[in-house]
C-alpha cells in the first residue's frame, strides 16, 4: 500500500451568482496515493475541473469552498493566500487544457520556465537556467537551448503542451494536476504526451490527478477513477475493476456510448438519452433519473448516498446495496 | 414539390467523383502582397462516392481533409483537378449554375455554437434554405416542411420557435443536420460533426445520421480525426497525411489489415478503452510532428517520421498501389496481414 498524499474529504464548492447560489461540486472525496495516478472523469458541468482548480486555489471569488483537502497533513482549504502560493506550483502543479492559451505570450519559454525553481527552490539565475535546459531536455523538445529564448507563438501545440509540462515538473511536484492535456492535440502528439506523463510520473514518483472524458485515456492511464456526474462522484474504484464491472447505469450508459475501433461492425452504440442538467436547474432525488432506464418513484424522490457495495467499490444508486454488485430491482420498490 | 435534376445517373456512376484535386493557398508579404510561397493543403487527391456510401476521411490537423471536404461545395477554391457531382464538373461551372447543384450537397460543420445565426430562431434558420431554393412558396408550406425536417432529426416542432442559445450541443447539431436536409440532399458533407460535443450525446448524433441515410439513402462524407467514430459510420475509409492520401480501403480491410505505416501508427496512437490491453499492446509511438504543409519534405511525406523510411522515401514520391478496393502509397508497404492495427504482445482473451 503506497502512502497516502492527499485526501479530499466531503468537498462542496458553491458559487454564488446572480441567479442565487450554485452547487457545482457536492460531497466529493477521494484519496490519492504517492505516485498514482486517479482520474476523474465525466462530461462537461460534472464539476471535474472546478475540483481540481480548487486544489490548486485557483476558484474565482464567488466561491465558497466546504469539506477538507489534507495534502500531506495541512488542509489546503484553511491555508492563508500567502502560505497558498508556497504550495502552488512547488508541491502542486498543474497542466492545463488549452496549451495555446495558458502560456504567458510576451514572455519568452525561459523566463516561464525559470520562474518556479527561482520563487520555489531559491536557484540563482544561472542554476535556474541550467535546470530549464535539463526539464526541456527531458520532455523531449529539440534544441533546447534555443527554445529558451523563443516565445509560444514559435511553437506548435505539442511543443507547447510539453513546455508546459516542463514548468510544472520543474519543481518536482509532489501531485500533478492534469486538465484535459491532450484535448487539444492530435492523436499521435496525444500518444507522446501520455507516454511522457507516464514516464515522468514513474520516475519521480510523482502522483497524478488526470481530468479526462476520454475513457480511451482512463483505460490507458489511470490506477483508480473517480466518475463524477452533475457535480456529484457516482462511481468510484480501481480501472481495472471499473472496466469489468461498471455499476452505475451512467458508467455504463458511457461505456456502451464510446465507438470503439475494436468493436465487430454493425454493432450499434447505445446512447443516453437527454442531456446533462444545468446547476441551476438540478433535478431532485437522484441527478441522473431524468436520463435514467432504470429509474422509479424512489429515484425520482430520493437521492442515493455513496455507498461502498464491495471494499473498494462506491457507486450512487438505488439500485446497489451494500455487500453485493448484482443489481437489486426490488430495491427499487 | 421540387424539380429533379436535368441529368440523371446511371446506375453504376458514383455520386462523386474527384480527381486530381489540388488545393495550395498563397502566402502573401510585404506591401504589394507578393506571392512568396504556397501552403500546399491538399496534393492530388482522387476518390469516388457512391450515393448513399459513407466515405470516412481521417488524419491529423493540416492534412488537408477540411480543405478537401469545403473545396468540394466550393467553399474553397481549387487550383487544379476535376470534381465531377452528378456527372457535372463543378470547377467550370458558374456560380448561379452551381448554386441549384448545391442544393443536392449540403455540408454539416464542426461547431453547433458558431454554425447557427444567434439572432434568428430555428424556424427561420431551417427556412432559409427553403426560400433560397424555391422548395415551397406559400409560408404555411414552408412551416410544414420546416416541421418535417425537425421531426426527421428527433426534434419537436416547438423547437422552430425557439432561439439557438436555448438549446443544448446536441440539439444544436440536430439543427445544423436538418438544416442540410431540408433541400433533401444527396451528398452530406460532415466535417467533425461530433467533435464538440459531450461523449454520450455524440453517440446520439452519429445513430442520428446512420438512421438519416438507411431512410434517405444520402451519401456522407465524414470527415474526423476520431477513429473510433469514423470506424463506426464508415463504408470505406481515406487516410490524408499533409494533403496526401496515403491509404485507402473498405473500413473492415482497413483496421484489419493497415498496409502503410502511417495508418498503423494512426490505428496505434488510439488509446483503447479497456485497461487491461495496456500493457500488452506493442506501442509505436511515432517521434515527431507534422511538417509544415508549406514546406513539405521531399519524396514521401511521411519519411521524416516514418518508422520504416529508407534513403529511397527522401528522394522519390511513392506512387499509389495495389487495388482499387485497397490502395496504398509507400515505397515499403507493411506485409499484407501484419495485422489488427491494434496489435498486442500477447494474445487477446
Known sequence: MAEKLLEVKDLNVEFRTDRGVLAAVEDVSFVVEQGQTLCLVGESGCGKSVTSLTLMGLLASNARVKGTLDFGGTDLATLSEDKRRAVRGNDIAMVFQEPMTSLNPVLKIGDQLMEGPRLHLGLDKQAARELAVEMLTKVGIPRPEAVLGEYPHQLSGGMRQRVMIAIALSCVPKLLIADEPTTALDVTIQAQILELMRELSRDSNTAVIL?????????EMADHVVMMYAGQVVEQTDVMTLFATPLHPYTVGLMASIPRVEAPADTRLESIPGVVPSLADMPAGCRFHTRCAFATAKCVAEQPALVEVVPGHSVRCHLFEPGSTTPNPEALA | ???????????????????????????????????????????????????GETVGIVGESGCGKSSTGRALIRLEKITSGRVDFLGRDITAMAEGEFRRLRRDMQMVFQDPFSALNPQKRVGDLLAEPIVVHHLARRRDEVRALVADTLKTVGLTEQFAYRYPHELSGGQRQRVVVARALTTSPKLLICDEPVSALDVSIQAQV??????????LDLAYIFITHGLGAVKYISDRILVM????????ASTTELFANPRHPYTEVLLNAYPVPDPTVRDRRQRVVIEGEVPSPANPPSGCVFHTRCPSAKDICSV?????????????ACHFPLAEGTGPGLRTKGAVA
Open chain 2, 206 to 215: 452519429l445513430n442520428l445520421l446512420k438512421d438519416l441515410q438507411a431512410d
Open chain 2, 1 to 51: 414539390m421540387r424539380i429533379e435534376q436535368a441529368v440523371a445517373l446511371r446506375p453504376n456512376d458514383p455520386l462523386l467523383s474527384v480527381r486530381d484535386l489540388t488545393i495550395h493557398y498563397p502566402i502573401r508579404k510585404g506591401v504589394f502582397a507578393r506571392t512568396v510561397g504556397h501552403v500546399k493543403a491538399v496534393n492530388g487527391v482522387s476518390f469516388d462516392v457512391a450515393p
Open chain 1, 211 to 219: 481530468i479526462t472524458h476520454d475513457l480511451g485515456v482512463v483505460a
Open chain 2, 241 to 248: 497525411y499533409l494533403g496526401h492520401i496515403v491509404e485507402s
Open chain 2, 316 to 328: 522519390e514520391a511513392p506512387v499509389s498501389q495495389g487495388t482499387s478496393a485497397h490502395s496504398f
